[in-house]
């Protein structure tokens, strides 16, 4: 089973700065590789797909990177809405297993 | 666009079996993988399974001699049965639908989701 690790754990920001997140693979997942973003109450949000595609509607300052066993999601200048919990997840090709990392919390600094 | 949407008891005693249902609306549930994913109160998310709208299925190896997924495509609905349940299966628990290309063929991520539903195992 592929294990997902994210750093840090929580990231404690202020508005406008840069906010850069990691997700590393325990084996290579080549770029099956998906952020969402999670608020409190609301359901998880696609934001990035094959590593590095942004999803429908999701704002040019999010952005990702990354393939094989390590990637990161970059968000260039946080925004008060951004502030949010962020889960990287894979998908194994056999058995088709997903897995998700633990999350990165981006906190108001 | 497709939307969909969870139900079924939010509470359940230990022991017994769960049960959702999701609906799927905007769109037919024919050509899609539908997955259940589940998240306990201030915890990360699992994925518990999914279901090809045929009738095929394959679940976390964690959870699998205790789930079943089930798909009835005249309601456009699936459904979620997690059998001998206890207070660590409390959880919100989304339905979701897997990205396919236009090759048909699944890409590993999830979108869109449902809003979720709490269930809650207690006495």
């Known amino acids: 089973e592929i294990v997902l690790t994210q750093s840090p754990a929580t990231l404690s920001l202020s508005p406008g700065e840069r906010a850069t997140l990691s997700c590393r693979a325990s084996q290579s997942v080549s770029s099956y590789l998906a952020w969402y973003q999670q608020k409190p109450g609301q359901a998880p949000r696609l934001l990035i797909y094959d590593a590095s595609n942004r999803a429908t509607g999701i704002p040019a300052r999010f952005s990702g990177s990354g393939s094989g066993t390590d990637f990161t999601l970059t968000i260039s200048s946080l925004e008060p809405e951004d502030f949010a919990v962020y889960y990287c997840?894979?998908?194994?090709?056999?058995?088709?297993?997903?897995?998700f990392g633990p999350g990165t919390k981006v906190d108001i600094k | 666009q497709v939307q969909l949407q969870e139900s079924g008891p939010g509470l359940v005693k230990p022991s017994e079996t769960l049960s959702l249902t999701c609906t799927v609306s905007?769109?037919?549930?024919?050509?899609?993988?539908w997955s259940w994913i589940r998240q306990p109160p201030g915890k990360g998310l699992e994925w518990i399974g999914y279901?090809?709208?045929?009738?095929?299925?394959n679940y976390n190896p964690s959870l699998k001699s205790r789930v079943t997924i089930s798909v009835d495509t005249s309601k456009n609905q699936f459904s979620l049965k997690l059998s001998s349940v206890t207070a660590a299966d409390t959880a919100v628990y989304y339905c979701a639908k897997e990205y396919v290309d236009t090759a048909m063929v699944p890409r590993g991520w999830f979108d869109p989701w449902g809003q979720g539903t709490l269930v809650t195992v207690s006495s």
């Open positions: 905007g769109g037919s549930i024919s050509s899609y993988y």
């Open positions: 997840q894979q998908r194994s090709n056999w058995p088709p297993v997903f897995t």
């Open positions: 279901i090809y709208y045929s009738g095929s299925t």
